[in-house]
């Protein structure tokens, strides 16, 4: 029996982990919302949000009770949701693309890019009339392409073609930089106005609400469509540019696609939470070791499982001290740290066994 099992676990194992990544996914939005202050049981949790998506009046409760479920606690899971996926997938698609363990939306840049454009507008408060309500998330997606043009410009400089370790070199030389330029804008905004700016840079969805969960979205479902779409050509990538060229890809113009999608995916999500690092870092290296490097697989589970993790990590930011709250960057950061280090020091060991 026990023998059968395994068998047929080996045999459908990438189903087994896309409906367990479907389960922890679901698991954890359960969680985010049941869990606060506020004590609601499962079923009034359910007959509320079932009732606010079809217009039904399920729930005959207190009203603030509803508010509290509908406008503040889903929101927020959702958009901790929507981060998570965003940054995992990113990552995923970095790694894959680069083929490197270290890259993912910060050591390339992206991220202190899409920041430094988000900073700027939150510091000189501008709002373009024609953006309206999407000037913050589309500038940090501009600002996030602008440095990703810069790190392949200095790329190109420096070897004279797009190799892999120099645009991580690069990036991480761009993202130091953009680093001490907000800090210098930190250090010129007013007393009084610097606690958001700081907030916001640790990361956070605490205060957010269903606007910046309609903000994310259709960034959210144009960078995760390219990526999904070109699953065969990071399989492709993983291989080394010259099979990759040799299959017939069009090698530059398909990096260039994946990379401006892994953009988009980084911009909006810093643009709605701030910076939250290791979720990309940590998140694609996990999925890996559980699903092996088809990116058939590895893809939709980092975005199931990056969506998953954050929701919890962010439950675990507004419980640890209630009822004040940690940036939920501090909390990645604290988790993702030694999980990322124990990672690369297993990755060590296997390769030196096999040599």
């Not at 998140?283 to 969506?307: C, E, Q, T």
Request: aromatic fraction near 10%.
């Amino acid at each position: 029996m026990e023998n059968s099992f395994i068998q047929m676990f080996s045999k459908n194992k990438h189903q087994f982990l896309i409906l367990f990544a479907a389960v922890f996914a679901i698991f954890s939005m359960i969680s985010g919302v049941f869990v606060g202050a506020v004590n609601v049981t499962v079923p009034d949790i359910l007959n509320i949000i079932t009732g606010k998506m079809f217009h039904l009046q399920l729930y005959q409760g207190e009203k603030s009770t509803e508010m509290i479920i509908w406008e503040i606690r889903f929101s927020r899971v959702l958009l901790a949701f929507f981060v998570g996926a965003s940054l995992s997938l990113a990552g995923a698609a970095f790694q894959g693309l680069l083929q490197n363990p270290l890259a993912d939306p910060y050591t390339i840049g992206v991220s202190s890019g899409a920041s430094l454009g988000a900073v700027i507008i939150i510091f000189f408060q501008i709002q373009v009339t024609i953006l309206g309500s999407f000037t913050l998330p589309i500038i940090a997606v501009l600002f996030g392409m602008i440095t990703l043009l810069i790190v392949f410009a200095l790329t190109h400089l420096a070897s004279g073609k797009l190799t892999n370790e120099t645009i991580i070199l690069a990036g991480i030389i761009i993202s130091s930089f953009i680093s001490a330029f907000i800090s210098l804008l930190i250090a010129l905004i007013p007393r009084e106005d610097i606690s958001q700016i700081l907030y916001w840079i640790m990361g956070s969805v605490a205060m957010r609400g269903w606007g910046h969960v309609q903000l994310i979205v259709p960034f959210f479902v144009l960078g995760a469509a390219i990526i999904l779409f070109h699953y065969r050509e990071l399989n492709n990538m993983a291989l080394g540019e010259q099979a990759a060229q040799f299959s017939g890809m069009n090698v530059k113009k398909k990096k260039t696609i994946v990379l401006i999608a892994a953009s988009i995916l980084t911009g909006s999500a810093v643009a709605v939470s701030g910076a939250i690092g290791f979720v990309g870092l940590v998140i694609p290296h996990l999925v890996r070791l559980m699903a092996g490097s088809n990116h058939r697989y590895v893809l939709p589970l980092s975005v199931l499982i990056g969506g998953g993790y954050l929701v919890l990590a962010d439950l675990l930011a507004r419980s640890i001290i209630s009822p004040k709250e940690l940036p939920i960057g501090v909390v990645t950061a604290l988790i993702g740290s030694p999980i990322f280090t124990l990672l690369l020091v297993k990755n060590r060991k296997q390769k030196k066994a096999q040599l």
